[in-house]
Every structure is written in C-alpha cells, then in structure tokens.
C-alpha cells in the first residue's frame, strides 16, 4: 500500500457560506496484489476538520490490516466514516473489480447510463453570478448562497438561465425564519430543491414543517447513522462518499433512503475525476447528480472522466473500477 498528500489547486477562488478554497488537499491511496493495483482518493469533509495528515495517519493505524487483505466490511469496523475510509475503501473496489476483470457496477449488478450533472455557481455579486451561469454549457445548475442577498442572487441567476433546471445549495447558511420567508419566493423562480439551508445540528425546527419545495440534507447527514434524524426533516439527502466513508456505506445509505421515499443526489466535496467515478455508482440511484468537482480543478488525472454539456460517461477502467 502507498499514501500520499496531495495539493490539487482551484483554477479560481471558489465561494460558498463561510468558506473560501484556493486548493484542495486529496489522499491518494494504491493498493497493489500481485499484478492487480487499485486507487482510491480521499478529501475529507473540511466543516468536520479533516486534514490530510489526519486522513494519514487513519490509513497508517491500519496497514497491517491491509496488507493482511482487509475486506471493506472490515473497513467499516476499523475506521469512522470520513476520507480515510473513502480512500481505502474505493481503492479496495476498484481492486476488486481489477482481480474480477469486472467493472464493479457488474459486481454490483447494476446497469449504468451517462448522467447530468449540475454545475456550480459560486458566491459572487448577482451580475457576476447570472454571467457565471450564462456561460455554462449544461441545462442543470447549482447555485450556492448564503445569508447576505439570496433572492437578488437567485433572481438574477433565473433571469439569465430560464431555460435551466436550478437547486440551490445554502451550506447551513439561513435560520428557519429566512428560509419561510424565502422558500415560497424561491418555488415561485421555478427552483427544483433547497440543500441544507440550515447548520447541522440547529435544524429541529425543520420537524413538522411543509416546506413548498424539497429540502436536501447534506451536512446534516453524514451516514446512515443519521438517516433516522434527516429523513424527519428533510425530502432527500446528498451522498457524498468522503462522507460515508466510500461506495460501500454509501450504497447502504441509497437504500435506506429509496426504502423510506426519501429522495437522493450525490456530491462531492472536490476532487479528480478518481473521486468522482465511484460517485458515478451512486449517480445512477439519484434524482439529482453533482459531480463536477474535478472542473474546478487546473488538471486531472490521467484517463480522467469525460464531461460534455454537462453529461458525464461512465470512468475509464483505467481510471478506475
């Protein structure tokens, strides 16, 4: 097994409520078996202070086990969910599919199609943010707020793209007074879905409220151990694999919330097209599809995803899985 820490820089300052990212910090993880290697990458989730050294130092405490061929259900005893486990855990199968000679949606028995994704909007003025979304080349956008001009931002976005399916991300940004207020005005702008409009754990409120338009759990719920909770509270829930902690607790979570009527999107928290192609798994269990992580980047990896107007095709197997 080998682990490096690896900077990927922004091609530009990215915005959303609270935070500012230049670059992201990604764990790449190779775990080889004779003639058979499999990679994985791990971001962490940054409001949980996941660094890389930390995700490390996770992976070291235990590379014995790995190297004693650790399955992923070990996984799930040996470590938390969060980037390290993400790393190993996509790196164990794309191994696996590499010793089947099988992609591993086969080993899931899965048939997958190319999906859409959103691109992103960050936070700017609203004449920056409508020219951002103009220039996009995809019919489906996200679009991040915060507390400070929501409708004027949202506004001007709708006005610039009215042919466009829009959902906005407010990253726990809003109380529950802004967002009755704004809910109703947003439904009217023809906006599909509000995600995490209020902080993890300050969204009880949300309990017994009909809100005019779905609410989507991202922060608020981390892994299937907060299902319960979120799906009290909220219409979907965004999977995101750094997270869970990998494809495994990942597709769990899927089928907890499909059994229940809850409805899903998938997300990233940045990163090379290694990151997202595992997404691309949960992809095809979604109503919405965020995957554009690796756009931000200046490169990608080799064999990266292919993205065109916003359709996004199954990895490469060279890639990965």
């Known amino acids: 097994m080998q682990i490096s820490v690896e ?6 300052p990215f915005q959303i409520t609270g935070y500012t990212f230049t670059e992201v910090e990604l764990v790449y993880v190779t775990i080889r078996d004779g003639d058979h290697v499999g990679h994985g990458e791990g971001a962490g989730v940054y409001y949980l202070q996941e660094t890389g050294a930390g995700i490390v130092a996770q992976i070291e405490a235990v590379r014995d086990a ?5 399955t992923r259900e070990d996984l799930l005893r040996l470590l938390p969910a969060g980037g390290a486990r993400n790393a190993l ?8 599919s590499k010793q089947a000679g099988r992609r591993v949606w086969s080993l899931l028995h899965m ?29 489906r956008i996200k679009v991040k707020l915060s507390a400070e001009e929501p409708l004027q931002r949202i506004s001007a976005v709708r006005e610039a793209r009215p042919d466009a399916e829009i959902v906005v991300d407010v990253n726990a940004g809003w109380t529950f007074a802004q967002l009755k207020k704004l809910a109703p005005q947003f439904r009217d702008l023809g906006i599909a879905m509000i995600e995490q409009p209020l902080p993890r754990g300050a969204d009880a409120e949300l309990e017994g409220y009909n809100p005019p338009l779905p609410l989507c759990a991202d922060e608020s719920c981390l892994d299937t151990t907060e299902f319960d909770q979120a799906a009290r509270r909220y219409q979907m829930i965004n999977i995101k ?12 979570l899927a089928d907890l919330a499909r059994q229940r009527g809850i409805g899903l ?13 595992p997404g691309f ?3 095809q269990l979604c109503r919405f599809v965020d995957l ?9 990896r080799d064999n990266a995803m292919n993205y065109e107007g916003g359709v996004v095709m199954p990895p490469e197997v060279e890639l990965w899985g």
């Open 66 to 70: 790995v190297l004693q061929g650790v």
């Open 241 to 252: 694999l750094d997270k869970t902690g990998g494809l495994t607790e990942a597709l769990r």
């Open 281 to 283: 798994v949960v992809a």
């Open 111 to 139: 048939t997958v199609q190319p999906v859409t994704t959103v691109n992103t909007v960050g936070i700017a003025s609203p004449e920056q943010m409508a020219a951002a979304a103009r220039a996009l080349d995809t019919d």
């Open 265 to 277: 999107m998938v997300g990233n928290m940045v990163g090379t097209s290694l990151a997202m192609a």
């Open 89 to 96: 855990d996509c790196a164990l199968w794309d191994l696996e």
């Open 292 to 300: 554009d992580g690796a756009l931000f980047l200046t490169r990608d």
């Open 7 to 12: 900077p990927w820089p922004l091609k530009q």
